[in-house]
């Protein structure tokens, strides 16, 4: 069955690090591909999106993630985190067609201030 | 614009009751609908999807079943509830070209 991994269950960083979160799928066809932010309290909140094109793509907050088809793999990053940013971040992928949407376990973030 | 409704939003129910959850779509036809659970460490756990009215396919055997009587709606239920049941349950929807937008969830608890 199709899969989706994040192995980063809980992530410490100081602000103004860089951040990178792993995400990695096994989805052997097209896929979309989709990261997610749940702040405390909050609902999900979609920070960016991949269907096709330039597999660099920039979401909302300063966030950006790289599709690399060879490695199965659709990675968080952002240069520079803030306290505000502290949340849980969930992986998703789907099939060409979104029929069968996966989420990944998630990454906790703290940031501290 | 496309809304999604989903209720109740919590739910207290004894061991071996009934279940039953909607979810309610409006603005837009012909959706995938997903059902899933949210769990502390675990994120959020696929449990049923639909691609169009009668379509279920479910992802995890377990003690709940989907339903699609129309379009744009969905139900999860359950024939005797388990401890093992409670969580937090959120509907969504999407289409080939959109992500999943999510209702504001079901709290359910058995006791």
């Known amino acids: 069955a199709q899969s989706v991994s994040q192995h980063n269950h809980h992530v410490i960083l100081s602000e103004a690090a860089s951040l990178e979160l792993g995400c990695n799928y096994s989805?052997?066809?097209?896929?979309?591909l989709f990261w997610y932010v749940q702040y405390p309290g909050q609902h999900l909140q979609l920070l960016l999106k991949?269907?096709?094109?330039?597999?660099l793509v920039k979401g909302i907050k300063g966030f950006e993630a790289e599709f690399i088809k060879s490695k199965f793999s659709f990675n968080l990053r952002k240069p520079s985190v803030q306290w505000s940013d502290t949340a849980e971040y969930f992986c998703?992928?789907?099939?060409?067609?979104?029929?069968?949407?996966?989420f990944g376990a998630g990454t906790r973030l703290t940031v501290k201030p | 614009s496309q809304t999604i409704h989903q209720w109740p939003a919590t739910l207290v129910q004894p061991v071996g009751s009934p279940l039953s959850l909607e979810c309610t779509v409006e603005?837009?036809?012909?959706?995938?609908l997903y059902w899933y659970r949210q769990a502390a460490g675990r994120g959020l756990q696929l449990l049923f999807y639909s691609v169009g009215i009668g379509q279920i396919s479910s992802e995890v055997p377990q003690n709940l079943s989907a339903s699609r009587p129309q379009d744009r709606q969905f139900i999860l239920s359950s024939k005797k509830l388990l401890l093992s049941d409670s969580g937090f349950y959120l509907c969504?929807?999407?289409?080939?070209?959109?992500?999943?937008?999510f209702g504001q969830g079901t709290r359910l608890t058995v006791v």
């Open positions: 998703a992928v789907t099939d060409g067609n979104n029929n069968d949407m996966r």
């Open positions: 969504a929807w999407g289409t080939g070209r959109t992500e999943a937008f």
């Open positions: 989805y052997g066809g097209t896929v979309n």
């Open positions: 603005g837009t036809s012909n959706p995938n």
């Open positions: 991949y269907f096709s094109g330039d597999p």
